[in-house]
């Protein structure tokens, strides 16, 4: 239990410039699974994993991965935003790798522990800064044939990051990508495996050298439906209408080709506290075209909500919504924010019991000469 204080920012770090790149602390937590059953860990106080040459994460893929946040809160402790359900999402990409699923209160444990050890990193309250945590899971035993690893090492390791939105939440032009499918509709879309990720970064690439932001996918099969984006969930707000008590409906599609985002999760529970109805159907593209949206935006752990001001597909521009959500973020999406990040800094009550420990996290010094 964290009985007084942590210590606080280092003044190593210009948190007032902070971007989202590596930046050096005190070490990582690593486990190892071996002999059917996980060991008790270590704080290692490196940057550098050593690996086998021969290890299926490095020759197969045979690797997934998590990204969390933790955050210095207004009463001064410091909390992780639901590490239990990244647990639960990482249990599923262990089992679609065909890797030793991490227990959650493992993976729990291990994610405060390396806070814990790191609590100088924790950027300070009212930045707009965090604490980004990297759960990592790979099949490190040696296998030169096409078969599970021996042994498998799980890690975490944090850095602080940036805010993404120093001068405000602004909208971006998105691509939708026509040429390449992210995933099929009965492959590994829904796990968070880093084979998944790769292999988009030649598009994405190339979307930004022309303008855009952020890249949208279509169902592989069709080609017909919203997806989600490259980094992030797809999310839109429809017009408030009388039907819906003057309220919008978020819309949030649900497919088995698409990662079951965590924050996307905490929207679906934020919107309906709000009265609005959650609408989880496939999206048609029509509906973008169509103007069914006043706001769309990609969601994930990093920025929460990037709001989607343009989509252009095959050199056709729809603009989203109004002039006013052309250049800055919309009402509804940032009502969600502001309590999202309320939650998460502490300045709004955690009705959910998402800040975990409730308590705080106490400082360790694993390792430390």
Not at 66 to 75: F, L, Q, T, V
Not at 134 to 145: F, H, Q, S
Not at 294 to 318: D, F, L, M, N, Y
Request: with cysteine; aromatic share 10%; hydrophobic share 40%.
């Amino acid at each position: 239990m964290a009985s007084q204080l942590p210590p606080p920012p280092t003044t190593a770090v210009d948190w007032d410039n902070l971007g989202f790149k590596w930046i050096e602390t005190n070490g990582y937590v690593k486990y190892t699974f071996n002999n059917g059953q996980w060991d008790q860990g270590e704080f290692v106080r490196d940057s550098y994993l050593k690996i086998h040459v021969c290890a299926p994460a490095l020759n197969y893929g045979q690797e997934c991965f998590e990204g969390i946040k933790a955050y210095r809160c207004k009463d001064g402790q410091i909390r992780i935003f639901r590490p239990d359900v990244n647990a639960n999402r990482m249990r599923y990409s262990a089992e679609m790798a065909c890797m030793q699923p991490v227990p959650e209160d493992l993976f729990v444990k291990a994610c405060e522990r390396a806070v814990a050890n790191n609590l100088e990193f924790v950027p300070p309250y009212g930045k707009g800064c965090a604490m980004y945590l990297r759960p990592l899971l790979l099949g490190t035993g040696p296998e030169i044939g096409l078969y599970p690893a021996p042994e498998f090492t799980f890690i975490v390791m944090v850095i602080p990051v940036g805010n993404f939105y120093k001068s405000g939440v602004k909208p971006v032009d998105c691509l939708v990508v026509e040429d390449f499918d992210r995933a099929a509709p009965l492959g590994t879309g829904a796990a968070k495996l880093g084979g998944n990720y790769a292999p988009v970064l030649k598009h994405s690439s190339a979307a930004k050298e022309k303008g855009f932001a952020i890249t949208l996918h279509l169902d592989s099969k069709t080609h017909t439906n919203v997806d989600e984006f490259s980094t992030s969930n797809f999310v839109a707000l429809t017009y408030p209408s009388p039907e819906n008590n003057n309220n919008p409906v978020f819309c949030a599609p649900h497919s088995p080709s698409i990662l079951n985002s965590v924050t996307k999760q905490s929207l679906v529970q934020l919107a309906k506290s709000f009265g609005w109805s959650v609408d989880t159907n496939v999206v048609p593209f029509t509906d973008i075209t169509n103007n069914r949206f006043a706001e769309v935006a990609a969601c994930g752990t990093a920025a929460v909500i990037t709001p989607v001001k343009s989509i252009q597909r095959q050199g056709v521009t729809t603009q989203i919504g109004s002039a006013d959500t052309q250049d800055a973020i919309g009402a509804g999406f940032l009502q969600l924010f502001n309590a999202m990040r309320g939650i998460q800094n502490g300045d709004l009550e955690d009705q959910y019991g998402w800040m975990q420990p409730a308590q705080g996290i106490a400082p360790l010094n694993e390792g430390r000469p």
